[in-house]
Nanobody, 120 residues
Framework: QVQLVESGGGLVQPGGSLRLSCAAS????????MGWYRQAPGKQRDLVAR???????NYADSVKGRFTISRDNAKNTVYLQMNSLKPEDTAVYFC??????????????WGQGTQVTVSS
């Protein structure tokens, strides 16, 4: 079993910053890709940013230049630094990890979600 714990969401004014964290624990052999998705009310869940084990990244066009994804492999943790936040960034943010378990099975895990609200 693998557990993901997200933290760092909250209320911030436009132009502000937040840093999200997602820490994984449990029966982990290897963590492959790590990513962040978001879902606004009434909308589908969309990719925000993704990082491979080797450190290659890709971002949604709407966040390029404002958000930065990073990972600490020693801590099994992925981060999302969000700067210059806009009201349209308001959503529930979910981390997503592709994990190889100690049984050498590849599994896809989701965090519980953390609310980010950008409002004055």
């Amino acid at each position: 079993q693998v557990q993901l714990v997200e933290s760092g969401g909250g209320l911030v004014q436009p132009g502000g910053s937040l840093r999200l964290s997602c820490a994984a624990s449990g029966s982990i052999f290897n963590i492959n890709a790590m990513g962040w998705y978001r879902q606004a009310p009434g909308k589908q869940r969309d990719l925000v940013a993704r990082i491979t084990k080797g450190g290659n990244t890709n971002y949604a066009d709407s966040v390029k230049g404002r958000f930065t994804i990073s990972r600490d492999n020693a801590k099994n943790t992925v981060y999302l630094q969000m700067n210059s936040l806009k009201p349209e960034d308001t959503a529930v943010y979910f981390c997503n990890l592709v994990v190889t378990t100690i049984n050498l099975l590849d599994r896809n895990y989701w965090g519980q979600g953390t609310q980010v609200t950008v409002s004055s």
